[in-house]
């Protein structure tokens, strides 16, 4: 059985930074993409970034661009999402997701992800 567990979260300052965790077990998917989503206070889910198996290959939102990195330890079966210069408008639930890829699927969207973890909640004060 596949389980992610994200931790990380917690209360930040504006302008600061953080580092969400994800553990991931049961899932033995040689072709596959992890991501990270989020989601604020009544709006859609939304995915922020995601690096694929294949060639370490990574992806981020607009939202993310120059100021997120996605990195995965295959050792330990982690991979991680480092956000800098955090604003309220970040705050929400993060949540780690995970695919086992078939095809030539684009990570990039909520929906394309098979696995989910419970989430980690990520308050950013002014």
């Known amino acids: 059985q596949v389980h992610l567990v994200e931790s990380g979260g917690g209360s930040v300052q504006a302008g600061g930074s953080l580092r969400l965790s994800c553990e991931v077990s049961g899932f033995t998917a040689r072709r596959n993409c992890m991501g990270w989503v989020r989601q604020r206070s009544g709006q859609k889910r939304e995915a922020l970034a995601s690096?694929?198996?294949?060639?370490?290959?990574?992806w981020y939102a607009d939202s993310m661009k120059g100021r997120s990195y996605i990195s995965r330890d295959t050792t330990d079966n982690l991979f991680y999402l480092q956000i800098r210069n955090l604003t309220p408008d970040d705050t929400a639930m993060y949540y780690c997701?995970?695919?086992?890829?078939?095809?030539?699927?684009?990570?990039?969207?909520?929906?394309?992800?098979?696995?989910w973890g419970q989430g980690t909640q990520v308050t950013v004060s002014s």
């Open positions: 997701a995970a695919l086992s890829r078939t095809g030539f699927e684009a990570c990039t969207t909520p929906g394309i992800f098979t696995h």
């Open positions: 690096i694929y198996s294949t060639d370490d290959f990574t």
